[in-house]
Protein backbone atom coordinates (compact mmCIF):
# COMPACT_ATOMS: atom_id res chain seq x y z
CA UNK A 1 0.00 0.00 0.00
CA UNK A 2 0.90 3.60 -0.93
CA UNK A 3 2.82 5.08 2.16
CA UNK A 4 0.29 7.59 3.59
CA UNK A 5 2.10 11.13 4.41
CA UNK A 6 -1.58 12.61 5.98
CA UNK A 7 -5.04 11.50 6.94
CA UNK A 8 -7.04 13.94 5.01
CA UNK A 9 -5.67 16.42 2.35
CA UNK A 10 -7.90 19.42 1.89
CA UNK A 11 -7.58 21.43 -0.92
CA UNK A 12 -8.65 25.08 -0.87
CA UNK A 13 -7.97 27.23 1.97
CA UNK A 14 -11.29 29.08 2.10
CA UNK A 15 -13.92 29.27 4.36
CA UNK A 16 -14.75 26.01 3.33
CA UNK A 17 -11.64 24.33 3.35
CA UNK A 18 -10.41 25.87 6.83
CA UNK A 19 -13.86 25.00 8.59
CA UNK A 20 -13.17 21.04 7.68
CA UNK A 21 -9.83 21.39 8.62
CA UNK A 22 -10.60 22.47 12.30
CA UNK A 23 -13.04 20.42 12.72
CA UNK A 24 -10.89 17.60 11.53
CA UNK A 25 -7.74 18.32 13.99
CA UNK A 26 -9.90 18.96 16.81
CA UNK A 27 -10.88 15.39 16.51
CA UNK A 28 -7.33 14.56 16.20
CA UNK A 29 -7.07 13.84 12.75
CA UNK A 30 -3.54 14.46 10.81
CA UNK A 31 -4.94 16.99 8.02
CA UNK A 32 -3.03 19.31 5.50
CA UNK A 33 -5.14 21.92 3.60
CA UNK A 34 -3.76 22.53 -0.08
CA UNK A 35 -4.21 25.29 -2.13
CA UNK A 36 -2.34 26.86 -4.96
CA UNK A 37 -2.84 30.75 -3.78
CA UNK A 38 -0.01 31.82 -0.95
CA UNK A 39 -2.45 32.63 1.72
CA UNK A 40 -5.65 31.67 3.28
CA UNK A 41 -9.23 33.38 1.68
CA UNK A 42 -7.66 34.29 -1.57
CA UNK A 43 -11.18 34.72 -3.22
CA UNK A 44 -12.23 37.19 -0.32
CA UNK A 45 -8.90 39.18 -1.34
CA UNK A 46 -9.33 39.89 -4.78
CA UNK A 47 -13.21 40.93 -4.09
CA UNK A 48 -14.34 44.18 -5.28
CA UNK A 49 -13.87 46.92 -1.65
CA UNK A 50 -17.53 47.64 -1.32
CA UNK A 51 -18.60 43.46 -0.69
CA UNK A 52 -19.49 42.46 2.81
CA UNK A 53 -21.28 39.41 3.77
CA UNK A 54 -25.15 39.57 3.15
CA UNK A 55 -25.30 36.77 5.91
CA UNK A 56 -25.33 37.89 9.48
CA UNK A 57 -21.76 37.94 11.46
CA UNK A 58 -23.89 35.49 14.07
CA UNK A 59 -24.60 33.18 11.70
CA UNK A 60 -21.36 33.02 9.69
CA UNK A 61 -18.45 31.54 12.23
CA UNK A 62 -16.97 28.60 11.08
CA UNK A 63 -16.94 26.00 13.77
CA UNK A 64 -14.91 26.86 16.84
CA UNK A 65 -14.78 30.10 16.53
CA UNK A 66 -17.23 33.13 16.33
CA UNK A 67 -16.52 35.89 13.95
CA UNK A 68 -15.56 39.62 15.98
CA UNK A 69 -18.09 41.61 17.21
CA UNK A 70 -16.22 44.46 16.18
CA UNK A 71 -16.69 43.16 12.58
CA UNK A 72 -20.28 44.64 13.27
CA UNK A 73 -23.31 42.68 11.94
CA UNK A 74 -22.70 42.88 8.07
CA UNK A 75 -18.45 41.63 8.05
CA UNK A 76 -17.08 43.93 5.37
CA UNK A 77 -14.34 42.21 2.88
CA UNK A 78 -11.18 42.98 4.48
CA UNK A 79 -12.92 41.67 7.99
CA UNK A 80 -13.52 38.54 5.90
CA UNK A 81 -9.66 37.97 5.25
CA UNK A 82 -8.91 39.16 8.93
CA UNK A 83 -11.19 36.40 10.62
CA UNK A 84 -10.10 33.66 8.18
CA UNK A 85 -6.26 34.05 8.97
CA UNK A 86 -6.93 34.18 12.77
CA UNK A 87 -8.83 30.72 12.10
CA UNK A 88 -5.96 29.37 10.76
CA UNK A 89 -3.42 30.38 13.16
CA UNK A 90 -6.05 29.60 16.42
CA UNK A 91 -6.56 26.14 15.37
CA UNK A 92 -2.89 25.50 14.35
CA UNK A 93 -3.64 24.45 10.60
CA UNK A 94 -1.46 23.06 9.10
CA UNK A 95 -1.23 25.01 5.22
CA UNK A 96 0.82 23.81 1.93
CA UNK A 97 0.52 26.89 0.26
CA UNK A 98 1.54 28.26 -3.08
CA UNK A 99 0.74 24.22 -4.33
CA UNK A 100 -1.49 24.18 -7.27
CA UNK A 101 -3.02 20.31 -7.58
CA UNK A 102 -3.09 19.27 -11.12
CA UNK A 103 -5.36 16.46 -10.60
CA UNK A 104 -5.89 13.51 -8.18
CA UNK A 105 -5.76 9.97 -8.75
CA UNK A 106 -6.94 6.66 -6.95
CA UNK A 107 -3.74 4.75 -6.01
CA UNK A 108 -4.41 1.23 -4.15
CA UNK A 109 -6.58 2.16 -1.48
CA UNK A 110 -5.27 5.98 -1.16
CA UNK A 111 -5.48 9.38 -2.99
CA UNK A 112 -2.56 10.55 -4.54
CA UNK A 113 -2.66 14.44 -5.36
CA UNK A 114 -0.67 15.44 -7.90
CA UNK A 115 1.31 18.88 -8.01
CA UNK A 116 4.42 20.15 -9.34
CA UNK A 117 6.26 19.91 -5.98
CA UNK A 118 5.73 15.83 -6.23
CA UNK A 119 3.16 13.84 -5.07
CA UNK A 120 1.25 14.07 -2.12
CA UNK A 121 -0.61 10.62 -0.98
CA UNK A 122 -3.08 10.68 2.10
CA UNK A 123 -6.28 8.35 2.76
CA UNK A 124 -9.08 10.60 2.16
CA UNK A 125 -9.74 14.10 0.22
CA UNK A 126 -12.16 17.14 0.67
CA UNK A 127 -12.50 19.04 -2.08
CA UNK A 128 -13.41 23.21 -0.90
CA UNK A 129 -12.26 24.70 -3.73
CA UNK A 130 -15.18 27.32 -3.71
CA UNK A 131 -18.66 27.69 -5.73
CA UNK A 132 -17.35 30.55 -7.57
CA UNK A 133 -13.98 29.20 -9.06
CA UNK A 134 -13.27 30.15 -12.55
CA UNK A 135 -14.85 33.79 -13.79
CA UNK A 136 -17.08 33.03 -16.68
CA UNK A 137 -17.16 35.71 -19.83
CA UNK A 138 -20.10 34.83 -22.47
CA UNK A 139 -18.57 34.26 -26.00
CA UNK A 140 -19.99 37.49 -27.40
CA UNK A 141 -19.86 37.88 -31.10
CA UNK A 142 -17.45 40.77 -31.82
CA UNK A 143 -16.50 40.75 -28.15
CA UNK A 144 -12.48 40.72 -29.48
CA UNK A 145 -12.47 43.64 -31.50
CA UNK A 146 -14.86 45.93 -28.99
CA UNK A 147 -13.09 49.42 -28.78
CA UNK A 148 -14.16 49.76 -25.47
CA UNK A 149 -13.26 48.20 -22.21
CA UNK A 150 -14.63 44.49 -21.27
CA UNK A 151 -13.75 43.08 -18.44
CA UNK A 152 -15.17 40.26 -16.00
CA UNK A 153 -16.71 41.22 -13.21
CA UNK A 154 -13.95 39.33 -11.27
CA UNK A 155 -11.36 41.88 -12.08
CA UNK A 156 -13.49 45.02 -10.50
CA UNK A 157 -12.22 46.17 -7.68
CA UNK A 158 -13.47 50.04 -6.83
CA UNK A 159 -15.38 52.47 -8.57
CA UNK A 160 -12.52 55.16 -8.86
CA UNK A 161 -10.93 53.69 -12.95
CA UNK A 162 -14.47 54.42 -13.82
CA UNK A 163 -15.00 58.21 -12.71
CA UNK A 164 -16.75 59.98 -15.21
CA UNK A 165 -17.25 57.05 -17.74
CA UNK A 166 -20.23 55.58 -19.30
CA UNK A 167 -20.72 52.01 -17.50
CA UNK A 168 -22.43 48.84 -18.36
CA UNK A 169 -22.79 46.22 -16.24
CA UNK A 170 -24.00 42.89 -17.50
CA UNK A 171 -25.79 40.66 -15.17
CA UNK A 172 -28.29 40.94 -11.98
CA UNK A 173 -26.84 38.40 -9.56
CA UNK A 174 -25.44 39.82 -6.11
CA UNK A 175 -22.09 41.22 -7.81
CA UNK A 176 -23.80 42.84 -10.46
CA UNK A 177 -25.94 45.06 -8.34
CA UNK A 178 -23.62 45.53 -6.18
CA UNK A 179 -21.01 46.75 -8.55
CA UNK A 180 -23.55 48.73 -10.51
CA UNK A 181 -24.68 50.88 -6.89
CA UNK A 182 -20.40 51.02 -6.33
CA UNK A 183 -19.96 52.89 -9.72
CA UNK A 184 -23.02 55.25 -9.22
CA UNK A 185 -21.84 56.02 -5.93
CA UNK A 186 -17.97 56.47 -7.14
CA UNK A 187 -19.00 59.05 -10.22
CA UNK A 188 -19.24 57.03 -13.12
CA UNK A 189 -21.21 59.22 -15.63
CA UNK A 190 -23.69 56.51 -16.58
CA UNK A 191 -24.58 53.00 -15.59
CA UNK A 192 -26.99 51.03 -17.00
CA UNK A 193 -27.25 47.47 -16.51
CA UNK A 194 -28.37 45.11 -18.78
CA UNK A 195 -30.80 41.71 -17.51
CA UNK A 196 -31.81 38.83 -19.68
CA UNK A 197 -33.85 36.98 -16.74
CA UNK A 198 -35.57 38.91 -14.27
CA UNK A 199 -33.70 38.47 -10.79
CA UNK A 200 -35.53 37.57 -7.72
CA UNK A 201 -34.67 40.25 -5.22
CA UNK A 202 -35.07 40.54 -1.09
CA UNK A 203 -34.01 43.17 1.10
CA UNK A 204 -31.08 42.39 3.13
CA UNK A 205 -33.44 42.90 6.13
CA UNK A 206 -36.54 44.53 7.32
CA UNK A 207 -36.73 45.87 11.06
CA UNK A 208 -33.75 44.66 11.83
CA UNK A 209 -34.84 41.19 10.91
CA UNK A 210 -32.57 39.40 8.44
CA UNK A 211 -33.53 37.39 5.09
CA UNK A 212 -31.00 34.87 5.93
CA UNK A 213 -33.19 34.26 9.29
CA UNK A 214 -36.01 33.62 7.15
CA UNK A 215 -34.35 31.63 4.92
CA UNK A 216 -32.76 29.40 7.76
CA UNK A 217 -36.56 29.19 9.41
CA UNK A 218 -37.73 27.59 5.47
CA UNK A 219 -34.44 25.52 4.38
CA UNK A 220 -35.82 22.37 4.63
CA UNK A 221 -39.39 23.79 3.63
CA UNK A 222 -41.04 22.26 0.17
CA UNK A 223 -40.66 24.85 -3.08
CA UNK A 224 -44.61 25.37 -2.90
CA UNK A 225 -44.73 26.35 0.50
CA UNK A 226 -41.52 28.86 0.41
CA UNK A 227 -41.94 30.07 -3.36
CA UNK A 228 -45.22 32.30 -2.72
CA UNK A 229 -44.07 33.30 0.91
CA UNK A 230 -40.95 34.64 -0.92
CA UNK A 231 -43.15 36.37 -3.28
CA UNK A 232 -45.54 38.14 -0.67
CA UNK A 233 -42.24 39.19 1.45
CA UNK A 234 -40.91 40.94 -2.11
CA UNK A 235 -44.09 42.20 -2.71
CA UNK A 236 -44.64 43.77 0.56
CA UNK A 237 -40.91 45.10 1.21
CA UNK A 238 -39.65 45.84 -2.42
CA UNK A 239 -42.64 46.51 -4.55
CA UNK A 240 -43.05 46.58 -8.44
CA UNK A 241 -40.14 47.73 -10.06
CA UNK A 242 -41.95 47.62 -13.63
CA UNK A 243 -41.69 50.78 -14.12
CA UNK A 244 -38.17 51.19 -13.60
CA UNK A 245 -37.37 48.43 -15.92
CA UNK A 246 -37.13 45.47 -14.14
CA UNK A 247 -39.81 43.09 -14.26
CA UNK A 248 -40.94 40.27 -11.93
CA UNK A 249 -38.78 37.04 -11.96
CA UNK A 250 -41.02 34.50 -13.98
CA UNK A 251 -39.46 31.91 -11.24
CA UNK A 252 -39.65 31.54 -7.98
CA UNK A 253 -37.13 32.79 -5.34
CA UNK A 254 -36.61 29.26 -4.11
CA UNK A 255 -36.80 27.47 -7.31
CA UNK A 256 -34.14 29.51 -8.28
CA UNK A 257 -31.90 29.14 -5.46
CA UNK A 258 -32.20 25.69 -6.05
CA UNK A 259 -30.41 26.15 -9.40
CA UNK A 260 -28.00 27.88 -8.28
CA UNK A 261 -29.46 31.40 -8.92
CA UNK A 262 -29.54 33.01 -5.18
CA UNK A 263 -31.27 36.57 -5.01
CA UNK A 264 -30.32 39.58 -4.51
CA UNK A 265 -29.91 40.82 -1.34
CA UNK A 266 -30.60 44.69 -1.77
CA UNK A 267 -27.90 46.71 -0.46
CA UNK A 268 -28.66 49.74 -2.30
CA UNK A 269 -30.01 48.76 -6.12
CA UNK A 270 -33.53 49.21 -5.82
CA UNK A 271 -32.99 53.07 -4.44
CA UNK A 272 -30.34 53.09 -7.44
CA UNK A 273 -33.04 52.39 -9.92
CA UNK A 274 -36.01 54.38 -8.40
CA UNK A 275 -33.65 57.68 -8.52
CA UNK A 276 -32.59 56.80 -11.67
CA UNK A 277 -28.75 56.17 -10.87
CA UNK A 278 -28.71 52.94 -12.58
CA UNK A 279 -31.01 51.95 -15.64
CA UNK A 280 -32.32 48.71 -16.83
CA UNK A 281 -31.24 47.42 -20.46
CA UNK A 282 -32.11 44.50 -22.70
CA UNK A 283 -29.75 41.50 -22.57
CA UNK A 284 -26.25 41.88 -24.56
CA UNK A 285 -26.58 39.87 -27.80
CA UNK A 286 -23.11 41.07 -29.18
CA UNK A 287 -20.64 43.67 -30.25
CA UNK A 288 -20.09 45.80 -33.01
CA UNK A 289 -16.97 48.07 -32.76
CA UNK A 290 -17.83 50.74 -30.38
CA UNK A 291 -21.47 49.56 -29.93
CA UNK A 292 -22.76 46.88 -27.26
CA UNK A 293 -25.63 45.28 -29.57
CA UNK A 294 -28.85 44.59 -27.26
CA UNK A 295 -31.79 42.14 -27.67
CA UNK A 296 -34.44 44.09 -29.35
CA UNK A 297 -32.13 46.15 -32.10
CA UNK A 298 -30.56 48.51 -29.93
CA UNK A 299 -27.12 49.87 -29.89
CA UNK A 300 -25.39 51.54 -26.89
CA UNK A 301 -21.49 52.98 -26.72
CA UNK A 302 -20.41 52.39 -23.25
CA UNK A 303 -16.98 53.36 -22.52
CA UNK A 304 -16.77 49.95 -19.99
CA UNK A 305 -18.50 47.12 -19.73
CA UNK A 306 -18.35 45.00 -16.41
CA UNK A 307 -19.45 41.19 -17.08
CA UNK A 308 -21.25 39.79 -14.16
CA UNK A 309 -21.76 36.75 -15.62
CA UNK A 310 -20.83 34.40 -12.68
CA UNK A 311 -18.55 31.49 -12.30
CA UNK A 312 -17.84 27.89 -13.48
CA UNK A 313 -16.77 25.46 -10.18
CA UNK A 314 -13.70 24.70 -12.33
CA UNK A 315 -13.33 21.07 -11.14
CA UNK A 316 -13.15 19.11 -14.62
CA UNK A 317 -9.67 19.17 -14.52
CA UNK A 318 -8.82 18.07 -10.63
CA UNK A 319 -11.75 15.33 -10.95
CA UNK A 320 -13.73 14.85 -13.99
CA UNK A 321 -12.40 11.36 -14.72
CA UNK A 322 -13.33 9.96 -11.84
CA UNK A 323 -17.03 10.34 -12.78
CA UNK A 324 -18.32 12.41 -9.70
CA UNK A 325 -19.37 15.41 -11.84
CA UNK A 326 -23.01 16.26 -12.99
CA UNK A 327 -23.24 17.56 -16.33
CA UNK A 328 -23.22 21.50 -15.25
CA UNK A 329 -19.73 20.09 -13.37
CA UNK A 330 -21.48 19.94 -9.55
CA UNK A 331 -20.57 17.20 -7.17
CA UNK A 332 -22.82 14.32 -7.54
CA UNK A 333 -22.56 13.89 -3.89
CA UNK A 334 -21.66 16.56 -1.50
CA UNK A 335 -21.27 17.13 2.51
CA UNK A 336 -20.54 13.35 4.23
CA UNK A 337 -21.91 11.42 1.31
CA UNK A 338 -19.34 9.95 -0.72
CA UNK A 339 -19.48 8.33 -4.60
CA UNK A 340 -19.65 4.69 -4.86
CA UNK A 341 -16.74 5.36 -7.51
CA UNK A 342 -14.75 7.63 -5.36
CA UNK A 343 -14.38 5.95 -1.43
CA UNK A 344 -13.37 9.25 0.70
CA UNK A 345 -13.66 11.68 -1.65
CA UNK A 346 -15.66 14.73 -0.33
CA UNK A 347 -17.08 17.84 -1.40
CA UNK A 348 -17.94 21.19 0.35
CA UNK A 349 -18.76 24.34 -0.27
CA UNK A 350 -20.09 24.01 -3.87
CA UNK A 351 -24.08 24.46 -2.68
CA UNK A 352 -26.07 27.97 -2.42
CA UNK A 353 -28.46 27.79 -0.07
CA UNK A 354 -31.01 29.92 0.84
CA UNK A 355 -29.66 29.89 4.58
CA UNK A 356 -26.24 31.04 3.98
CA UNK A 357 -23.77 29.47 2.61
CA UNK A 358 -20.93 29.94 5.68
CA UNK A 359 -23.49 28.25 8.13
CA UNK A 360 -24.67 25.67 5.68
CA UNK A 361 -20.65 24.98 4.90
CA UNK A 362 -19.71 24.74 8.89
CA UNK A 363 -22.96 22.36 9.43
CA UNK A 364 -20.78 20.22 6.29
CA UNK A 365 -17.44 20.51 7.85
CA UNK A 366 -18.71 18.22 11.15
CA UNK A 367 -20.69 16.35 8.93
CA UNK A 368 -17.56 15.02 6.79
CA UNK A 369 -15.80 14.92 10.08
CA UNK A 370 -18.35 12.55 11.50
CA UNK A 371 -17.81 10.38 8.38
CA UNK A 372 -14.38 10.09 8.16
CA UNK A 373 -14.34 9.48 12.20
CA UNK A 374 -16.89 6.08 11.31
CA UNK A 375 -14.87 5.16 8.62
CA UNK A 376 -11.63 5.27 10.78
CA UNK A 377 -13.48 3.49 13.81
CA UNK A 378 -14.51 0.63 11.17
CA UNK A 379 -11.75 0.62 9.27
CA UNK A 380 -9.72 -3.26 9.28
CA UNK A 381 -6.52 -3.71 10.73
CA UNK A 382 -5.19 -3.69 6.67
CA UNK A 383 -5.73 0.38 6.36
CA UNK A 384 -3.71 1.74 7.85
CA UNK A 385 -4.45 4.51 6.04
CA UNK A 386 -6.63 5.40 8.60
CA UNK A 387 -4.00 4.75 11.55
CA UNK A 388 -0.75 4.65 10.58
CA UNK A 389 -0.10 7.41 8.77
CA UNK A 390 3.40 8.81 8.32
CA UNK A 391 3.36 12.60 8.97
CA UNK A 392 6.28 14.24 7.38
CA UNK A 393 5.82 17.19 9.37
CA UNK A 394 6.61 14.81 12.46
CA UNK A 395 3.04 15.42 14.19
Known sequence: MALVEHEVAVIGAGPAGLAVAAVLTQQGFSAVVVDKADAVGSAWRSHYERLRLHTERALSGLPGMPIPRKHGKWVPRAGVVEYLEEYARRHQL???????????????????????????????????????????????????????????????????????RDVLVVGTGNSGAEIAVDLADGGARRVRVAVRTPPNILRREVLGVSSQRLGVLLRHAPVAIVDPIASVVARLTVGDLTPYGLRPSPRGTYTRAREGQIPILDVGFIDALKQGRVTVVPAVRGFDGRDVLLEGGDRIQPDAVIAATGYVRGLERLVGSLGVLNDRGLPLVHGAATHPSAPGLHFIGFSNPISGNLRELALDARRIAKALRTVRLTAPPSAASFRHGADPDGS
Open 94 to 164: RLRLSTPVDHIERESAAWKLVTPSGPLTVAAVVIATGYNHTPQLPDWPGSISFAGELIHSARYRTAAPFRG
